[in-house]
């Protein structure tokens, strides 16, 4: 067992193996199930390569070997960071057959982050590419290893210069002798992804990945002619594993990796891979559907677009259809676990306005008031979870999993939601999310989901400003279209929606972009600070 890994209780491991939800298979075994299956069939694209099913298995057994001759072993972690490349499939599932743990950062972190998850996690080794968008990842590695003990070894993608460089795992031969790790052993580690402190981390064992992975899988309705887009950074839980490229994997498909979701980059690929499906957060789904109208590639081959991350606004999922010419998929989820999809053949009041319902019959969902008193169907509170593959605790967070569990284990998600009769969840954003003006609470995704119906809006963030008077103030930032809306305009909009007095705007800002979380969010933190530095013009 992993020292600092929460397990689950005894009596809830025996309910999920006898329900079927786990199913005593590895990652690794899944692989080579799915080798054997169909050897020949293509399982990754990257560029001008294409890796068969075959292929990825048989490289992965080599890579594991090379792995183990380095003396990287059962239960030890290895730090993650790569872009969206076959390397990064053929690495994970090198490290699942022997046990080793990955730990996956995202391209997009520097040395503060990369430091702290080092440490966190005492990775033996940090595996970078070499140069990705401009930035060389060989310095970072420098100074992790300077700072950083625990790192034995850098694995570079590319030019290794003085450490090693990742193609030479290719050169050993399977080892006749593997022995496969248990199930319920911790498979991999996830970030959290807060916008406030250090990221923690997240086990997830095989047993409870697997399911992950496979309910999102059969929720998305992926199959063997599946041809599913990474557009987002692969070692994000939404690109990897719900269903992301391991769910695609797992149905027989073929994935398709995408360097950068620009559309440039990504409807290029979409028309010369034939690719079916791709999972996009909400700024990136706005930046496709503003791209498409003047694209000349042909995006007819895509069926499903799965929107996550954040909320979609409603007004934003109701272009998806006649824009993109795709079925839309709301997917509200967490690395710690649950997963709520809206169905392929639900109706349109159900995919725009809501998040979706659990994907597995025995999610526990409650939803709980300030004092942890459930709260009937249709009100606002905050949601709880436990289940199969939600975990019991962030690894090696013993304090901080005293706030962020329940005595009797249940998530806190921190995330605001409201649940309709038939079990879909309704998420009105954070429990910060609700600006507190005067005593009077502005739910801020309502007032935002009204804003975006402003045809001068392409799209807003609205933030609480502190205010002497008022306790905070309400200051709609908008990215705009062409003219930009004045205040008196938005509020006018909003009279004639019919929304209430308080919840009109105090102040409106313009501005080019937002700032974003590592993890593609709009980090309102850091926006409503810079607005708050700002005078009043």
């Known amino acids: 067992m992993l020292e600092g890994f929460v397990n689950w209780p005894a009596e809830f491991a025996a309910t999920y193996r006898e329900l079927g939800y786990w199913r005593g298979e590895t990652l690794g075994a899944m692989l080579r199930a799915r080798a054997e299956r169909t050897p020949e069939r293509c399982a990754v694209v990257d560029g001008d390569r294409a890796w068969t099913y075959r292929e990825l298995e ?31 499939l053929s690495l994970c599932f090198g490290l699942f057959r022997i046990g080793a743990i990955p730990v996956l950062a995202l391209p997009a972190h520097r040395v503060t982050e990369i430091v702290h998850l080092t440490d966190l996690s005492e990775a033996v080794a940090y595996v970078v590419a070499d140069i990705h968008f401009g930035f060389d990842y060989r310095t970072l590695a420098r100074t992790v290893r300077e700072r950083c003990p625990s790192v034995r070894h850098v694995l570079v993608a590319g030019d290794a210069q003085e450490f090693t460089s990742l193609a030479d795992l290719d050169a050993h031969a399977p080892d006749a002798q593997e022995t496969e790790p248990d199930p319920g052993d911790v498979a991999l580690l996830l970030l959290s992804g807060g916008t406030t402190g250090a990221p923690k981390l997240i086990p997830r064992t095989h047993d409870d990945y697997l399911c992950n992975i496979r309910l999102s899988a059969e929720a998305a309705g992926f199959h063997a002619d599946t041809r599913y887009l990474v557009s987002l950074p692969i ?26 979701p620009s559309p440039d980059t990504a409807f290029a690929l979409i028309e010369r891979e ?12 706005l930046l496709w559907l503003e791209a498409v109208e003047w694209a000349t590639e042909n995006l ?4 499903l677009l799965q929107a996550g991350g954040a909320r979609l606004k409603a007004e ?40 979706g319902r659990p994907v597995a019959a025995h999610d526990e969902v409650r939803i709980v008031d300030a004092h942890d008193q459930a709260v009937a ?34 998530y806190r998600s921190g995330d605001m939601v409201r649940r309709l009769p038939g079990g879909h969840l309704v998420v009105e954003g954070r429990s910060k999310d609700v600006i507190n003006r005067g005593g009077d609470k502005v739910p801020v995704e309502e007032i935002e989901n009204y804003l975006l119906s402003h045809p001068k809006i392409r799209d807003v963030a609205l933030v609480g400003i502190p205010d002497d008077a008022m306790g905070e103030r309400t200051c709609a930032c908008v990215i705009a279209r062409d003219a930009a809306p004045t205040l008196a305009e938005l509020n006018t909009h909003l009279r004639s929606i019919g929304v209430a007095a308080f919840k009109l705007l105090d102040r409106s800002v313009v501005l080019e972009d937002f700032p974003k979380t590592a993890l ?4 309102k933190r850091e926006l409503a600070a810079r607005i708050a530095a700002q005078p009043r013009g």
């Open 58 to 88: 048989q490289r992965s057994a080599r890579w594991a070997a090379g792995l183990r001759q380095l003396g990287i072993a059962h239960g030890q972690r290895v730090l993650v960071q790569l872009p969206n490349t076959a390397e990064f």
């Open 235 to 260: 070692e994000h839980n939404f690109a990897l594993g719900c269903p992301g490229a391991l769910g695609c994997l797992y149905a027989g498909g073929t994935v398709v990796l995408c360097r950068d």
């Open 274 to 285: 034939r690719v079916t499906a791709t999972a996009l957060i909400p700024p990136l789904v």
């Open 300 to 303: 007819g081959s895509l069926e």
């Open 316 to 355: 934003t999922a109701a272009r998806v259809r006649g824009t993109l010419g795709c079925t839309l998929q709301q997917v509200y989820g967490m690395a710690e676990g649950l997963l709520n999809f809206t169905g392929r053949d639900e109706p349109d009041s159900i995919v725009f306005d809501t998040q």
């Open 377 to 410: 169907d249709g009100e606002l509170g905050e949601l709880q979870v436990r289940g199969p593959y939600t975990i019991r605790g962030y690894y090696r967070a013993e304090a901080h999993n005293r706030q962020a569990f329940t005595s009797d284990g249940f």
């Open 520 to 523: 593609g969010k709009v980090n």
